[in-house]
């Protein structure tokens, strides 16, 4: 059976993002929560998720001895299916911008920074159901096309320096990236795990996608 590793480096959201994995795999995939390099470096995909700030995240990914190493082997390296969750997403980037300038892992050019909502009425954090607007047909998104729900909880996002690496939008005063992809990794801003049936549906085509 194949593994999807669930990377445990003390983010928030990491029981509920594990139980909505096992949900989506319906045993066909053994889901492994780990901060261990070996199995990480073995798994078939992985999953980084992620919540609170950029900084703060990228120092407790990077205090655990030779993983950001074998998430790097295993996924630029042997092309494992990545998928980037909230903060785990922002991770992706060439580096955030919340308090200060923080490198990030420079998997997909571009920077997190501040959303900006031009209608004073959005709030920030940018909080509850959204939907998805301006999908483009990757295959993780397979059914959420047409304004699908989903739920955010965020005051920053990550823009990519190439729109082209945008695979969907959302609009909160303002349009910003929701999900991104290039090549076998992908991230969304939004919680799959908070995000019911539509949530559920994206980490099951996560799971079954072949890049």
């Not at 045993?27 to 995909?45: C, G, H, L, W």
């Not at 959302?170 to 019911?196: C, I, L, T, W, Y």
Request: charged share 20%.
């Amino acid at each position: 059976m194949q593994s999807v590793a669930l990377i445990d480096y003390g983010s928030g959201n990491i029981h509920s993002a594990g139980k909505a994995l096992v949900k989506a795999a319906a045993d066909r995939m053994r889901v492994i929560v780990t901060s261990d390099p070996e199995a990480v470096a073995k798994a078939d995909r992985i999953v980084l998720p992620g919540v609170g700030a950029f900084a703060a995240c990228r120092e407790a990914l990077h205090a655990r001895p030779g993983l950001v190493e074998a998430m790097t082997e295993a996924v630029r390296g042997r092309g494992v299916p990545f998928l980037g969750i909230c903060v785990g997403m922002q991770l992706m980037a060439t580096r955030g911008l919340e308090h200060g300038a923080t490198p990030g892992l420079d998997w997909i050019e571009g920077e997190v920074r501040l959303i900006t909502p031009s209608d004073p009425a959005c709030k920030v954090p940018h909080m509850g159901w959204n939907a998805l607007v301006g999908t483009s047909g990757h295959p993780i998104l397979a059914g959420l096309e047409g304004g699908a729900p989903v739920y955010f909880t965020h005051s920053f996002a990550f823009f990519p320096k190439d729109d082209a690496d945008v695979i969907a939008w959302v609009d909160h005063g303002g349009r910003f990236p929701a999900a991104v992809a290039r090549g076998n990794m992908a991230g969304v801003q939004f919680h799959p795990e908070k995000s019911q049936t539509a949530g559920l549906s994206l980490l099951a085509r996560f799971l079954e996608w072949r890049p």
